[in-house]
């Protein structure tokens, strides 16, 4: 996240704004959410929403969906593949809707949404340029424009990233290009018609040992250097959106999307997709007094569909080889959802939620081009029900609570057939839809110098969908699993607190002194299992070490202490922390917890017009382990021992980076 990252006061429901973060990933001081750097830069990190995608690569994020001002971002399977197609400095905050919240956007998924917000002509500056150097050779830029002529609008920004990385064999370039043109139609019709391009190009050092990660973490897997290990992504994506305003009171909004990924990955094999999906949604809004009552209703449907080709070939050297296997694959998925929040009175309000789902995906396996060696169609539907309470004690406090099902089947890659795997069909087939009840209560609010938000949670989980793999240490053999019950319990707490003002300026106007600010986000997880697996290929029980879903850990803690003046000059500290938690299902290899210290400082204009920081990171060079590669079992039955199990992705050692934007 090579960014300026300055948290600020929000009131409750209160979004996260991109011009006051300036963050390549608008999650800091977010309560709730677990990201962690993985292989490269900005291409590669795994985002967690109270414990989605535990097992998935970084880059790759399932149980979330994105949206860009609700429309869809993911493929219709719901599994997103390439996180680094986005630029959020095209987007002007985010709104998080963790679990049940999602149900707003039409997702009944255990984890939630976020729907990122487009800059358009009327939100953003007429010409904007931002530019950041620093450590392991990381260079980033952009330019922006945007205006309004007549019922017409416009904004673009072409940005380019690139770095060395902290690691050898660990370079990376990002370019992108986001667009929208706003068109006013008539005084109740508007259209937005976006356009998205984005090239990544990066190369991957691949995990090591734990000890390698702690006392030379600069150093790259050497069969991951030796084969070349890195990817290419070409994204293009357009989309068109019309709003189309009834009455004051009536609103429908229509869209259609378009996106096509291509990629070439060199993992010891040529792998080469190409995927093309697209989205029709629909949705229709209504706030009309029931009864006499304030009411809101929501309906919609948003169909979806893909088609997704790959193609993996020997590599001779690093020319493309013979064909080993082929795969096309299609999805249909189809939900279909309704909400109603109806305000019994002034304070207390009920809130009712159904969405239907119909998902079917169908795949075909070839050994080669003119051999079909499988072919499937497997096919889901369900309908999740929603109920939710809300009590709003005054205009900044409120305290709520819902319970709700939620819906995952599996992706459409983890029902594919492989023609090459052994033994036969073994790889990601077949798999049961992952279903959960999740019960929610929380309160958010702000009082004098405390803003808070509060929440705990617990999911009971059926059948979730874990993906791990089978033949450590060389990880190549990965299969998704349906894990036996489990249980998602947490407790997410966000704490600010304005600890003085005025300490330095003396002004008649509150609103314009220096203050003292401590921002604190404390996540409490207890994420595990309620039985014994039964291994994918011996069908036998494997006893459990211990009980702890792999991936997050139980306790993270950030902070920051942070000295504003009105002038816009602000600096402060910052810490990271983090407990252990288990690399593989069974408990045999834990990732050590550790403790990161930062320091910010830099000055934004009050009018915006210029903003620079300085950002320190790691300051006492901590050597930790960022991220790690999921296992059934590291050890392997006892055969493999710590120093051989190479699963851990060394986090960036101590670095400096700077950044100066300018507004016109």
Known sequence: MNCQQVPILLKPNESVRAEQLRCKILFLFQPGIWTQPGFTGPNAYRISIRGSGLSTGAGTERGIWFLQDGLPLNPPDGVLFNQGQFDPLAYQYSVISRGAEAFNYGFATLFGAVNFVTYTGYTAPPYSAYFTAGSFGWLQGSIETAGVESKTDYFAVLSDASAEGYRFH?????AWLNTNIGYKITPTVENRIYFTYSNQQWQVPGPLA??????DPTTANPAYVEGDYRQFWDTTRVADKATYTIDPQQTVNMGISWTNLHQITFYGLFFQSSNNFFSLPCNYTNTMDLYGHRNLIVAGIMPMGEFYQENWNRLLGTIQGTPMATYNMTVVNIPVYAYD?????????INLALQAVYDRLTNEAYKDLLHRSADTTLTFSQFNPKLGLLYQVDHYNQVYTSVARSFEPPSLYETAISPTALP???ALYPNRAQNAITAEIGTRGQWDRFNWSFAFFQSWVTNELLEVSLNPPLNTLIYTINAPPTTH????ISLNTTLARGLMVSNADPQNLDQLVLYQIFDWYRFYLNGNFFSPITHQEIPLRGDQLFGVPEYSYM????YMHPSGFYIGPNVMAWSTYPVDLVNTTFAPGTALLGFRIGYQN?????????DGRNLTNEHYVAMVSDVFDASNG??????????FWPGDGWAIYGGISWNF
């Open 170 to 174: 660990n370079s990376f370039n990002n």
């Open 210 to 215: 734990l000890e390698e990660v702690l006392t």
């Open 341 to 349: 929040q109806f305000w019994v009175n002034e304070k207390f309000s």
């Open 424 to 426: 036969p069909n073994l």
């Open 489 to 492: 319990r947490g407790i997410e």
């Open 559 to 562: 902070a920051q202490l942070l």
């Open 606 to 614: 009050p009018k915006k017009h210029l903003s620079i920081y300085l």
């Open 638 to 647: 006892g055969k493999i021992p710590v120093s051989k199990q190479t699963y």
